[in-house]
């Protein structure tokens, strides 16, 4: 795509972009699944890492009908994802921001649309957000059940936002397919998983600005 003029907003994904969190999601499918042997255990967590900014309900909807093979009640699975949750809460809340992430969201927030789009239940990610104190840095904080692409979809619409103008910021391959999918341009923060050759990836936040300003010159 041609290069805009200047950006117009941001959108970005809340572990490992901006809180040092994907570790802690992570260990807690391992402690979730602890009771089935370690071929599943591994399969499940494969799994969440290749899906990161997916819906906790889903990977567990998934692990016990294709991984296990012993689909769960709807009822069940509300059950599984509370045990996550309680699992993960305060550890989130808790954990150190990604570095370079708080100054460059202090520099951007009071100039652009800034959004958060992110696998987590939309309450609880709200409910760490405020937690963390970190709210009122983001236009709108958005969470599942909505997809990513969905909630692009929206909010390129309500804000009337080019896509081409706006820069998608993640650390998951379907953080990156959102914004392919959504035409938004986007900057992989590395964590547990490679991108394909080619994604601008950076390490942390501490060179976001600068690679902003290359896109967006």
């Known amino acids: 795509m041609n290069s805009p003029q200047r950006l117009k907003a ?13 570790r802690i999601k992570t260990r807690a499918f391992e402690i979730l699944f602890k009771d089935f042997p370690d071929e599943i255990i591994d399969q499940v967590v494969q799994h969440h890492q290749l899906h990161g900014g997916i819906s906790r309900v889903d990977k567990i909807r998934y692990a016990h009908e294709t991984i296990i093979g012993t689909p769960l009640t709807e009822s069940q699975v ?32 009071g100039k652009v649309p800034v959004f958060l789009i992110s696998g987590t239940p939309e309450p609880e990610l709200k409910y760490v957000l405020e937690q963390r104190k970190m709210s009122a840095c983001f236009t709108e904080i958005l969470g599942s059940p909505v997809r990513k692409p969905a909630h692009i979809q929206r909010l390129l619409a309500e804000y009337r936002l080019a896509p081409a103008q706006c ?10 397919d ?7 341009y986007f900057i992989g923060i590395q964590g ?4 394909p050759k080619g994604t601008r990836v950076l390490p942390d936040c501490r060179g976001l600005k600068a690679a902003l300003e290359q896109i967006f010159s």
Do not use: M
């Open 10 to 22: 941001l959108f970005f994904d809340f572990d490992g972009v901006l809180a040092d969190s994907t």
């Open 78 to 109: 509300k059950q599984w994802a509370a045990r996550y949750s309680d699992l993960v809460v305060q550890k989130v809340i808790d954990a150190p921001w990604i570095k370079g992430a708080r100054p460059f969201l202090a520099e951007y927030s």
């Open 167 to 176: 820069l998608f910021i993640g650390d998951a391959l379907t953080d990156q």
């Open 178 to 184: 959102a914004a392919s999918r959504t035409g938004l």
């Open 192 to 195: 547990e998983v490679d991108f």
